[in-house]
């Protein structure tokens, strides 16, 4: 419905500016709110007006009439011109809403100038309208190279990978998604959808953030809390008191009550039998003994019963008289067990004493004497004897093996060391110290990476903490590099993706498996994952997606 002439000629009457309006003809028309307030008002006395009608020139600016002020404004229409006249008292009734818009306008440009973010603004097509500080510095290009160019152009030539803006279009819906950038940025981003009343969007807003500083800063702090996991692993054995001169290093509950206990017995004379499979620390724990006892200023003296052959084992351990067989010294020898007088004597694979021998060691314990191989005269000795022994004596003695009654005198105080795969808690300290002193022993500076030092200790170690040390030495004698990966280690000891014992799973979990040992191996070789998905030449999130696949 159009309005007839008399029903917009009132309505223009009504309103609170001033109207002058020219027609093509010459005439002229005053809106009442003009006419009422100047009604002598005579145009050409005005020099603004009389020049507009002579000269068809529009006034601009301010315009007094009457001693009142007017802002005036010219407007073209059909048939001629209008001039709208806003008083400076409209002016000065509506100034707080103009200032406060001013101000809020004001305040929007220097949130959207100074935020750490990058603001992007995009129209309802994906033309870029607005770009802050924040987003050039994501992006590493100027605003003015990103303005006015539609988003499909950013992947195209590799600026942003992917990109959201159109995908948010299509779906009206906000979507996040990380991005990688042709500077080598992992970008966090968020588009949300602006829509008009009818449901279309209008425009899009991307907020973007820089996370490459907070995965490196994930980076350090993990290399951080392993130092620290370093440093309280040696505070807590300075705090146990077991010095590194006698090679006992125990974090494990079970250990550390054997090590208080070995210590306690130790300052008495009682004699110790300690039993566990082999190489799992036994000789240790008895130069431990002999350092906390009243013996520790005598000789130290190990005996291995089994790896001396049975025909000079007596001799060997009771020394003998000049001539007492034939091959003998004729000065006779001394044997171990007084080369330990006043010392302590470490007897060794005691299971393998033959019977008649330990009649002979019998004795020892019981009278503190000892005859030699040929002669009949006693010596007296002070020894602190320790047995160890990686059989069960007991069922030796109920088999007839072992005798009962050298049995109990040895196991006066029962020792037993659980085997490592027991007090896996010892593994990680016992691999530290291992690499410390082989590092230090060949000038060497190598270190574990996660996967082998997660390799190292999910193995059951059958070997003991003999096996430990031998494999540490291996790997740091063999690894080519500073930094010795999952790939040094023997088949045995590799992560199960490292094996090749895949073959019962599906191509596609085969597949996710070695994808996952190759990230992993270019993490570990360049040291961060954005290092590493340069040189595969994928994306950063990539790379962590893979690590993070089971």
């Given at each position: 419905m159009t309005p007839s002439p008399q029903a917009l000629a009132a309505l223009l009457s009504r309103l609170p500016i001033g109207i002058i309006a020219r027609q093509r003809d010459g005439s002229v028309w005053l809106n009442d709110f003009f006419s009422t307030r100047h009604?002598?008002?005579?145009?050409?006395?005005?020099?603004?007006f009389a020049q507009w009608l002579r000269n068809d020139i529009a006034p601009e600016g301010m315009v007094e009439v009457d001693e009142d002020q007017y802002q005036v404004e010219c407007e073209?229409?059909?048939?001629?011109?209008?001039?709208?006249?806003?008083?400076?008292?409209?002016?000065?009734?509506?100034?707080?809403?103009?200032?406060?818009?001013?101000q809020m306008y004001q305040d929007f440009r220097e949130i959207y100038g100074n935020?750490?973010?990058?603001?992007?603004?995009?129209?309802?097509?994906?033309?870029?309208?607005?770009?802050?500080?924040?987003?050039?510095?994501?992006?590493?290009?100027?605003?003015?190279?990103?303005?006015g160019r539609h988003v499909s152009e950013f992947q195209s030539s590799g600026l942003i990978n992917p990109v959201i803006a159109m995908r948010v279009i299509e779906?009206?819906?906000r979507i996040s998604a990380v991005q990688e950038t042709s500077i080598g940025k992992t970008i966090m981003v968020t588009g949300i959808p602006l829509l008009d009343e009818q449901g279309a969007v209008r425009k899009v807003i991307i907020n973007s953030r820089d996370t490459t500083e907070l995965i490196q800063l994930q980076e350090e702090l993990a290399?951080?809390?392993?130092?620290?996991?370093?440093?309280e692993m040696e505070v807590s054995q300075l705090r146990m008191g077991n010095p590194a001169i006698a090679g006992l290093i125990t974090r494990s509950p079970i250990m550390q009550q054997i090590t208080v206990l070995a210590q306690k017995v130790a300052k008495v004379g009682a004699t110790v039998l300690i039993t566990g499979e082999s190489g799992v620390g036994k000789e240790v724990l008895t130069r431990l003994i002999h350092k906390e006892s009243t013996h520790d200023k005598g000789p130290f003296v190990k005996i291995n019963c089994g790896a001396i052959p049975r025909?000079?084992?007596?001799?060997?351990?009771?020394?003998?008289?000049?001539?007492?067989?034939?091959?003998?010294?004729?000065?006779?020898?001394?044997?171990?067990?007084?080369?330990?007088?006043?010392?302590t004597l470490f007897l060794d694979e005691i299971g393998e004493l033959p019977l008649d021998l330990q009649v002979k060691l019998l004795q020892v314990l019981q009278d503190r004497t000892l005859?030699?191989?040929?002669?009949?005269?006693?010596?007296?000795?002070?020894?602190?004897?320790?047995?160890?022994?990686?059989?069960?004596?007991?069922?030796?003695?109920?088999?007839?093996?072992f005798r009962s009654d050298l049995f109990y005198r040895l196991n006066v105080v029962p020792l037993h060391v659980p085997p490592l795969r027991e007090r896996r808690e010892d593994i990680l300290p016992l691999i530290q110290h291992f690499l410390d002193e082989l590092n230090a022993q060949y000038g060497f500076d190598k270190r574990l990476s996660e996967q082998s030092l997660a390799a190292l200790l999910d193995y059951d170690w059958p070997g003991n903490i003999r096996e430990l040390r031998n494999m540490v030495e291996r790997l740091v004698v063999t690894a080519p590099e500073s930094l010795i990966r999952s790939d040094s280690l023997p088949t045995p000891l590799r992560p199960v993706e490292l094996q090749s014992d895949l073959a019962h799973l599906d191509i596609k979990v085969r597949s996710a498996h070695f994808e996952r040992k190759i990230v992993q191996e270019a993490v570990e070789?360049?040291?961060?994952?954005?290092?590493?998905?340069?040189?595969?030449?994928?994306s950063q999130s990539t790379v962590v997606r893979r690590l993070k696949t089971v």
């Open positions: 009604p002598n008002l005579v145009l050409n006395t005005v020099p603004a073209v229409l059909d048939d001629g011109e209008a001039l709208l006249l806003w008083s400076t008292a409209a002016a000065i009734k509506f100034a707080p809403q103009m200032q406060q818009l001013e935020s750490f973010d990058g603001i992007f603004i995009a129209d309802g097509t994906g033309t870029t309208l607005m770009v802050n500080e924040g987003c050039t510095r994501n992006y590493g290009v100027p605003a003015s190279e990103m303005i779906s009206r819906q290399r951080a809390q392993e130092k620290l996991h370093r440093f025909d000079l084992l007596e001799s060997e351990l009771f020394g003998y008289e000049g001539g007492a067989f034939t091959g003998a010294q004729r000065q006779g020898k001394v044997g171990m067990i007084e080369v330990a007088d006043k010392g005859t030699r191989l040929g002669s009949t005269r006693p010596i007296q000795v002070d020894v602190r004897v320790v047995a160890a022994t990686n059989r069960d004596l007991q069922a030796m003695v109920d088999a007839r093996q070789r360049y040291g961060s994952t954005r290092a590493a998905a340069k040189h595969l030449q994928i």
